[in-house]
C-alpha cells in the first residue's frame, strides 16, 4: 500500500511564499501521476496541479497557475507545491494523490488512488 505524507503548510501573509512537500512510501511506480488538490471549509475538495513522473509534464486550474509550480524529486519519491503570491482564496487542507500507472494525468478526485491526511494552509493578514 502506498502511503503520502504532506508536510509544508503554515500560517502565512498575502504574497508570501510556501513550499508543500508530499513523500511517497511502499509500493510507487515511475508511471504513476502526483497530484495537489485543497479543499476550503464549506467546499468542495478541487484540483489545484499534477504531474506525470515519466514525462515531467504538469497540469494547474486556472486560478494558481503562474503562481503555483509542481515538481518531483524522484530520488527522494517527493513531490512538491511551490506557492507564490500566496492569496486568502488559496486558503484550504492541501492533499497530496496518486494515480498509480497512469500514462495521463488525471483532473477529478475520484480517479486518483492514494491520499495524504492534509496540510493546512492558511493566509491571512
Known amino acids: 500500500q502506498v502511503r503520502l505524507v504532506e508536510s509544508g503548510g503554515g500560517l502565512v501573509q498575502p504574497g508570501d511564499s510556501l513550499r508543500l512537500s508530499c513523500a511517497a512510501s511502499?509500493?510507487?511506480?515511475?508511471?504513476?501521476?502526483m497530484a495537489w488538490f485543497r479543499q476550503a471549509p464549506a467546499k468542495e475538495r478541487e484540483f489545484v496541479a499534477a504531474i506525470r513522473w515519466s514525462s515531467d509534464s504538469a497540469h494547474y486550474q486556472g486560478s494558481t497557475k503562474g503562481r503555483f509550480t509542481i515538481s518531483g524529486d524522484n530520488a527522494k519519491n517527493t513531490v512538491y507545491l511551490q506557492m507564490n503570491s500566496l492569496k486568502p482564496e488559496d486558503t484550504a487542507l492541501y492533499y497530496c494523490?496518486?494515480?498509480?500507472?497512469?500514462?495521463?494525468?488525471?483532473?477529478?478526485?475520484?480517479?486518483?488512488?492514494?491520499w495524504g491526511q492534509g496540510t493546512q494552509v492558511t493566509v491571512s493578514s
Open positions: 511502499g509500493r510507487t511506480f515511475r508511471s504513476s501521476v
Open positions: 494523490a496518486t494515480k498509480i500507472n497512469s500514462d495521463y494525468v488525471p483532473l477529478r478526485q475520484a480517479e486518483y488512488d492514494y
